[in-house]
């Protein structure tokens, strides 16, 4: 077994939208709670909006019904109406963590006839694994567990 | 996500992270496997029905032995659920966006 780090690959996505960049990238960002899947929120109550920060280390969060805020991570990057970098910081437990950073880019890109393609990847998926492994590595072994998530993330990859 | 758990709890033995760490080379026979590990054959059987069954091995029939291998499908749990996710946001997204009310 090899020693270097195989990481599962980034999840990617594309849609085209009739649109352009500039309007896609404020309705992406500005509008999150407008088309965010309501299933997928994380706070107690119910979710009411979410909202992005238009700014390099603007904070990522979710309002909920009772009006409590929810944070799941920061804008890393923002240059409108072409690229999106966001922390992704919630883990695989369900849980905000200012110390997990998942990166999600997301690219705007002009087509022609008013139509602009967005390009998603969601990266740094080995991370999720390390942070059980954070948890975990107190009742075991060190060096443990991210060897064997290398080894199952490397066989996982090998046979996509 | 629940599932990612299962397949940790699974390796917190370390007689079955010692099994996974052989199946890592390639698939083996059961009796391959115990081979120079302090247990039983029947035990090394049931180790690996808790890892088949977290989703970390699958196995398959050669004539009248069972081979087994890590399923690369298991460690996709986080993985195929964002997968699944950003489908249905983006979609989403493009709802929105061109939907009655997105018009310009």
Not at chain 1, 34 to 50: E, M, Y
Not at chain 1, 65 to 82: I, M, N, Q, R, Y
Not at chain 2, 17 to 40: D, K, M, N, W, Y
Not at chain 2, 92 to 101: A, R
């Amino acid at each position: 077994m090899s020693a270097r780090t195989i990481r599962p690959a980034p999840v990617r996505k594309s849609i085209t939208v009739k649109t352009d960049a500039a309007r896609a990238f404020e309705v992406f960002t500005g509008r999150m709670g407008r088309w965010w899947p309501r299933s997928h929120c994380i706070a107690a109550s119910p979710q009411k909006d979410v909202v992005v920060e238009p700014k390099v280390g603007g904070r990522w969060y979710e309002i909920g019904e009772d009006g409590s805020h929810c944070s799941w991570g920061k804008v890393l990057a923002w240059e409108p109406p072409t690229r999106l970098l966001l922390a992704w910081q919630i883990d695989g437990n369900w849980k905000y963590d200012p110390n997990f950073i998942t990166e999600v880019e997301v690219r705007f890109t002009a087509l022609a006839e008013g139509e602009t393609r967005v390009d998603l990847e969601h990266r740094n998926l080995d991370r999720f694994g390390d942070k059980i492994d954070d948890v975990r590595s107190k009742i075991d072994s060190p060096n443990g567990w991210g060897g064997i998530l290398k080894i199952y993330a490397e066989v996982a990859e090998a046979d996509v | 996500m629940t599932d990612a758990a299962a397949a940790l709890a699974a390796l917190a033995d370390p007689t079955r992270r010692q099994i996974f760490e052989r199946l890592a080379s390639g698939p083996r026979a059961v009796g391959e496997i115990a081979r120079g590990l302090p247990v039983t054959r029947p035990a090394v059987s049931q180790h690996l029905a808790v890892l088949k069954s977290a989703g970390l091995v699958r196995d398959q029939a050669a004539g009248t032995r069972r081979i087994y291998e890590i399923d690369p499908k298991g460690l996709g749990t986080i993985r195929a659920w964002l997968d699944q996710f950003w489908d249905t946001a983006l979609a989403s997204f493009k709802d929105e966006l061109e939907g009655t009310k997105g018009n310009r």
